[in-house]
């Protein structure tokens, strides 16, 4: 069975159960849901969209995107979400990478996706309402089909696609409803973006198995999750939600008793957060472990201790080792399950270097097994930094603002942030007086998004670099690793 048929059951058992809730608290109900996803499948049917087809889709966070999310499950075609504040650099990057069969996007931005892509075939979601269906297919995706390909990335910068099979993604999703007993009593409160693996498969998937509800909210506002929580059951965010839920003095006279679980991932969630949310409320945040290539990893436990600082136990079905270099606990943690996509999308080589000779995936996280079996989790191998919850490759960055006219040499850093839990700094370096913050961003502005833009820049003479060239970012890192803790960034 696929997820999308096991999903299918759930909501045709029952079929006035309130399944989703919207932006204006309009609820729909599951068969609403099955109805709408069946009439969205058979528009793209009509489209020529069948199984295999890659149907990348650029829209914004909303009950349409987790229709076009199903109705693509349900042919058996790729789903390829990208999130909808990318860049055109960005998008036409992807776009030529995976080479869709048809890209969706919002109305407001198809004619300009028509003009700029000849090649590729583009509609809006208000004419694939309206266009006609043709008859769905009786045979559903195998197990072994890829059912999406989300973009990650590397060391080196570039985004790669991974593709997720039927199977991986069922499989996360029983795996996680058992684990934390998810069931069609629960409301989840849903603030997380749906383009990435935890909004859309870990907050997804085993809720609409569960045939529980989720209420769906546009972005994360703290003031307004603070009243959505008074009706919800369950809360999945990312430290820097966990944060900014602190910072609201209302926090002390929200009623949470009915909250069954605060669940945290996507990026460490620091001791000291969680045990001042647990001073706080009374709620000891459970913390959890994944990637997009392997779904959830480890989890802490629903019942049992929740170890403040550790990312818990391996999942059932989850093969986790430490690759340890020498007489050290140390190492590369190494994951194995049928949780484990197949590749990146057209790298063979990166997919084999990504495994080890006995089919292990190489996560890149370095950590230790304490005596418990609570896995802790110390850096990643790569520079990635993780701000807000969200990834940012420095090297995307440092091209960006290496464009900028004075700026001979930059690198592009993490650094710990009491808010974002790490935030970009730039230090660039040479003879020139360094560019203004506010210069950078200007010029990253339509460039990248946002949130890849540097909180700090500062100023070195030359750039820390090895033997043979490469700049030492682990001596950067720790030499401005204070730079924003004891000097925060106000909002
Ligand atoms: P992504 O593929 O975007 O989900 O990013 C995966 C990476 O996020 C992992 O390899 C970890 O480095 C990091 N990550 C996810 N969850 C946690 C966690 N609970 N604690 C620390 N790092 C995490």
């Not at 990348?56 to 229709?67: A, F, I």
């Not at 440092?398 to 730039?426: N, Y």
């Not at 070195?460 to 090895?466: G, Q, W």
Request: contains cysteine; proline residues 6%.
């Amino acid at each position: 069975m696929t997820l999308f048929a096991a999903i299918a059951k759930t909501l045709a058992q029952a079929p006035q159960r309130r399944c989703l809730t919207t932006r204006n608290d309009e609820p729909w109900l599951a068969r609403d849901l099955l109805k709408q996803t069946e009439h969205i499948a058979g528009a793209l049917a009509g489209l020529g969209i069948g199984a295999g087809q890659r149907v990348l889709v650029k829209y914004p966070k909303s009950p349409d995107l987790v229709l076009l999310y199903l109705a693509t499950l349900r042919l058996g075609a790729v789903f390829v979400p990208i999130s909808p504040d990318q860049t055109e650099p960005e998008t036409d990057y992807i776009l030529t990478d995976v080479k869709p069969h048809l890209l969706i996007c919002h109305d407001h931005e198809s004619a300009a996706f028509q003009k700029r892509q000849s090649l590729v075939k583009v509609i809006s979601m208000a004419r694939l309402r309206n266009s006609p269906p043709a008859p769905l297919p009786s045979q559903q995706a195998t197990a072994e089909a890829p059912a999406a390909i989300l973009y990650t990335s590397g060391t080196t910068g570039r985004p790669k696609g991974a593709v997720l099979r039927h199977d991986n993604l069922l499989q996360n999703a029983k795996v996680l409803l058992s684990a934390w007993q998810i069931s069609n009593q629960d409301r989840l409160l849903h603030v997380l973006p749906m383009h990435h693996t935890h909004g859309l498969f870990v907050a997804l998937n085993p809720l609409l198995l569960a045939g529980a509800e989720i209420v769906l909210r546009d972005q994360f506002s703290a003031r307004k999750t603070l009243e959505d929580l008074a009706r919800c059951t369950l809360f999945m965010g990312v430290p820097t939600h966990y944060a900014r839920l602190l910072q609201q003095p209302e926090l002390a006279h929200t009623e949470l008793t009915q909250i069954r679980l605060f669940i945290s991932g996507s990026a460490p969630l620091p001791k000291a957060l969680s045990d001042a949310f647990f001073a706080k409320t009374g709620q000891r945040i459970l913390e959890r472990y994944g990637m997009t290539e392997t779904g959830m990893l480890t989890s802490n436990p629903l019942n049992g201790k929740r170890k403040a600082g550790t990312v818990g136990r391996p999942l059932e079905g989850v093969g986790i080792r430490i690759r340890t270099p020498s007489n050290t606990r140390i190492g590369e943690v190494e994951v194995k399950g049928r949780n484990v996509f197949s590749g990146y999308w057209r790298k063979p080589q990166a997919t084999r270097e990504a495994f080890t000779e006995d089919g292990y995936f190489k996560t890149g996280d370095l950590g230790y097994f304490d005596s418990e079996g609570y896995l802790h989790l110390l850096a990643r191998r790569s520079d990635l930094i993780i701000s807000g919850g969200l990834n940012i490759y420095p090297a995307e960055v440092e091209e960006a603002i290496s464009s900028l006219e004075g700026v001979e040499e930059v690198a592009v850093i993490g650094v710990p942030h009491p808010d974002f839990g790490e935030a970009v700094v730039a230090v660039v370096a040479g003879n020139i007086v360094a560019p203004a913050l506010a210069t950078i961003k200007a010029h990253l502005s339509g460039r990248l998004s946002s949130y890849k833009h540097p909180k700090h820049v500062v100023k070195l003479n030359a750039l820390p670099r090895n033997r043979m060239g490469k700049v030492e970012k682990h001596r950067l890192r720790q030499q401005f690793a204070n730079l924003l803790t004891t000097n925060p960034i106000k909002f």
